[in-house]
């Protein structure tokens, strides 16, 4: 207390000086209707840049409440998409060939491999969410592997970076069918092998589902061409493919469950006996 009224008594004519002016400053804004405008326009100006200050920090503070409500809501409207029957509004997936209604779960990718040939995801939804082998699982931008095996929490992805991975994929433009695999090499290309000769391809040409599978239905994303070759054979060829998706920047995914798939599959069987 003592060194605040030395403070004070130091700096006497100072401060005197500091409330006279003060006093002055506000019966001219008081009196001057002109004077009286600027400082109002002035202190909303600096109270504007103020709050807009704090907003901007509560903004990025909720960063992670908000990206969970886009996330739930891009899942909802991706299921009803894929439940649509009979319409071709959306130049993301043909959902006229949907083979059954699908059913849409959040997850975070836990575990990220992307060096490796036989690269494996791990997620954080299992059993206890209702999740089971041969699940199709994708992000915003197209498709990223299948489940593989599953605990009560957790679930593994065998990724399209995987040596083993083998998709059913189509040309967009032509229809022509091929399997998609990797070659171990570049985390940003597939091949897309075993397409007919005879299809008139080009650099460029979009690569999606094939919908000739219980696990995606037709029309995900998945590239596009930037070269292709015949093969050993001359019959068909291996086509290179960028994917859409940063495999090595993968956050959010979505779990594509078929609910018909059991259906399909029991039909299919009973067709091969």
Same mark, same amino acid.
């Given at each position: 207390? %003592? @060194?605040?009224?030395?403070?004070?008594?130091?700096? =006497?004519?100072?401060?005197?000086f500091l409330l +006279?002016?003060?006093?002055?400053?506000?019966?001219?804004?008081?009196?001057?209707?002109?004077?009286?405008?600027?400082?109002?326009?002035?202190?909303?100006?600096?109270?504007?840049?103020?709050?807009?200050?704090?907003?901007?920090?509560? %903004?990025?503070?909720?960063?992670?409440?908000?990206?969970?409500?886009?996330?739930?809501?891009?899942?909802?409207?991706?299921? %009803?998409?894929?439940?649509?029957?009979?319409?071709?509004?959306s130049s993301y997936?043909?959902?006229?060939?949907? =083979?059954?209604?699908? =059913?849409?779960?959040?997850?975070?990718?836990?575990?990220?491999?992307?060096?490796?040939?036989? !690269? #494996?995801?791990?997620?954080?939804?299992?059993?206890?969410?209702?999740?089971? @082998?041969?699940?199709?699982?994708?992000?915003?931008?197209? #498709?990223?592997?299948?489940?593989?095996?599953?605990?009560?929490?957790?679930?593994?992805?065998?990724?399209?970076?995987?040596?083993?991975? @083998?998709?059913?994929?189509?040309?967009?433009?032509?229809?022509?069918?091929?399997?998609?695999?990797?070659?171990?090499?570049?985390?940003?290309?597939?091949?897309?092998?075993?397409?007919? %000769?005879?299809?008139?391809?080009?650099?460029?040409?979009?690569?999606?589902?094939?919908?000739?599978?219980?696990?995606?239905?037709?029309?995900?994303?998945?590239?596009?061409?930037?070269?292709?070759?015949?093969?050993?054979?001359?019959?068909?060829?291996?086509?290179?493919?960028? +994917?859409?998706?940063?495999?090595?920047?993968?956050?959010?995914?979505?779990?594509?469950?078929?609910?018909?798939?059991?259906?399909?599959?029991?039909?299919?069987? =009973?067709? !091969?006996?």
């Amino acid at each position: 207390m %003592q @060194q605040i009224f030395n403070f004070v008594i130091r700096n =006497k004519t100072f401060l005197l000086f500091l409330l +006279l002016f003060s006093i002055a400053l506000a019966l001219t804004i008081q009196s001057h209707s002109y004077h009286r405008s600027k400082f109002i326009n002035s202190a909303n100006f600096l109270t504007g840049g103020v709050y807009g200050t704090m907003n901007s920090v509560d %903004q990025y503070f909720d960063l992670k409440t908000t990206n969970a409500i886009l996330s739930e809501e891009n899942r909802q409207l991706r299921e %009803q998409l894929f439940n649509l029957q009979g319409t071709k509004d959306s130049s993301y997936i043909d959902s006229s060939y949907s =083979k059954g209604h699908y =059913k849409i779960t959040i997850a975070n990718l836990y575990k990220n491999s992307y060096s490796s040939t036989h !690269n #494996i995801l791990t997620i954080n939804k299992g059993k206890n969410d209702s999740i089971k @082998q041969d699940f199709g699982v994708m992000t915003s931008n197209g #498709i990223v592997g299948i489940i593989d095996n599953t605990s009560k929490n957790y679930a593994t992805v065998l990724s399209i970076l995987n040596v083993k991975s @083998q998709i059913n994929a189509k040309i967009k433009s032509t229809n022509h069918i091929g399997s998609l695999t990797w070659d171990g090499k570049s985390p940003v290309y597939v091949q897309l092998e075993d397409v007919s %000769q005879f299809a008139p391809i080009k650099v460029g040409d979009t690569i999606e589902t094939g919908g000739e599978s219980s696990i995606f239905p037709k029309g995900i994303g998945i590239g596009t061409i930037t070269s292709f070759e015949t093969d050993i054979s001359g019959d068909t060829y291996k086509i290179q493919v960028k +994917l859409f998706n940063d495999m090595t920047n993968i956050g959010t995914v979505y779990i594509l469950e078929n609910l018909d798939r059991a259906e399909i599959q029991s039909l299919e069987n =009973k067709t !091969n006996e």
